[in-house]
Nanobody, 124 residues
Framework: QVQLVESGGGLVQAGGSLRLSCAASGRTFSNYAMGWFRQAPGKEREFVAS????????NYADSVKGRFTISRDNAKNTVYLQMNSLKPEDTAVYSCAARRSVVAGTWPREYDYWGQGTQVTVSS
C-alpha cells in the first residue's frame, strides 16, 4: 500500500506559477512510476505528466508541454510538478498517482494508488 498526499495548490493569477508536491509513504517509492492528472468540473480526468522510477524519462500532455516540469526526489519520497505560465484553463483538481512499474503511463487506469487531490485555480 502507498499513501499519497498532495500539497501546494491555491489561487494564482494567469501567468503565475505554482509548485505542487506529492509525498509518498508506505512502500519503496523508487519502485513506482509517478504521474500527475487533473480534473476540471464537468470534465474527465486527464493526464498531465509522468516520470519513471529513476526520473530520467518524463512525458507531458501537449497542453502543458514547455510550461510544466515534473521531477522526483526518491530520497524524500516526493514528486513535484512545477507549473509556470499558468492559464485559466489549467484550473482543476490536481492529483498524483503511483504505478507499480518502473515505466509510467498516461491513462488513469494504469495507476494503482491516488492522492486526494489539491485545487489549483487560475484567475484571468
Amino acid at each position: 500500500q502507498v499513501q499519497l498526499v498532495e500539497s501546494g495548490g491555491g489561487l494564482v493569477q494567469a501567468g503565475g506559477s505554482l509548485r505542487l508536491s506529492c509525498a509518498a509513504s508506505g512502500r519503496t517509492f523508487s519502485n513506482y512510476a509517478m504521474g500527475w492528472f487533473r480534473q476540471a468540473p464537468g470534465k474527465e480526468r486527464e493526464f498531465v505528466a509522468s516520470i519513471r522510477w529513476n526520473g530520467v524519462y518524463t512525458n507531458y500532455a501537449d497542453s502543458v508541454k514547455g510550461r510544466f516540469t515534473i521531477s522526483r526526489d526518491n530520497a524524500k519520497n516526493t514528486v513535484y510538478l512545477q507549473m509556470n505560465s499558468l492559464k485559466p484553463e489549467d484550473t482543476a483538481v490536481y492529483s498524483c498517482a503511483a504505478r507499480r512499474s518502473v515505466v509510467a503511463g498516461t491513462w488513469p487506469r494504469e495507476y494503482d494508488y491516488w492522492g486526494q487531490g489539491t485545487q489549483v485555480t487560475v484567475s484571468s
